[in-house]
């Protein structure tokens, strides 16, 4: 059940197979800083990821990120931002994230995607930690895993 605070939402626009903005899909995240703070993650977490998209088919790369808008509407496109997705092997489920490069080397994880995962992490603010978890170290766990880099 949604409280009558206002969400934070992120929006990236992934740019379709066509030329033309027609097939471009647009997915809207939740800011996670109201719901878990400010958490980080390693960026060895990124090269793990990276490496399975060469060892396992069903884990992609993709450069195909077109927009990123902040919770603030600022065009955030230019910065070292990745958006990862998956689909659960199990039921299908679908989680995202959008991941931030800090000074310090680290990863933050700015937002999360979708509504009904975020009421997951609501109930259950170890999840995260879980889900991240599997992304790298279980990719059984995984129909299908995007990662989309974010800049050049």
Do not use: C
């Not at 033309?20 to 958490?39: A, M």
């Not at 910065?79 to 994230?97: D, P, Y």
């Not at 259950?124 to 790298?136: A, G, H, Q, T």
Request: overall charge negative; proline content about 3%; hydrophobic content about 45%.
């Amino acid at each position: 059940m949604e409280d009558n605070q206002e969400k934070a939402i992120w929006r990236i626009v992934l740019e379709g197979v066509e030329e033309d903005e027609d097939d471009d899909l647009e997915l809207i995240f939740t800011d996670t800083s109201n719901l878990l703070g400010e958490p980080t993650i390693e960026r060895n977490f990124i090269d793990s990821v990276i490496i399975k998209t060469a060892k396992f088919d069903h884990y992609s790369l993709f450069k195909n990120l077109k927009k990123i808008i902040s919770d603030t509407n600022e065009d955030v496109t230019n910065l070292a931002i990745w958006v990862l997705l998956g689909v659960v092997a199990e039921n299908q489920q679908k989680v995202g994230f959008i991941l931030g490069a800090l000074p310090d080397g680290n990863i933050h994880i700015v937002a999360a995607w979708p509504n009904s995962f975020i009421d997951q992490l609501r109930s259950d603010p170890k999840l995260l930690e879980e889900v991240l978890e599997r992304f790298s170290e279980d990719p059984d766990f995984w129909l299908q895993v995007d990662l989309i880099v974010g800049y050049s």
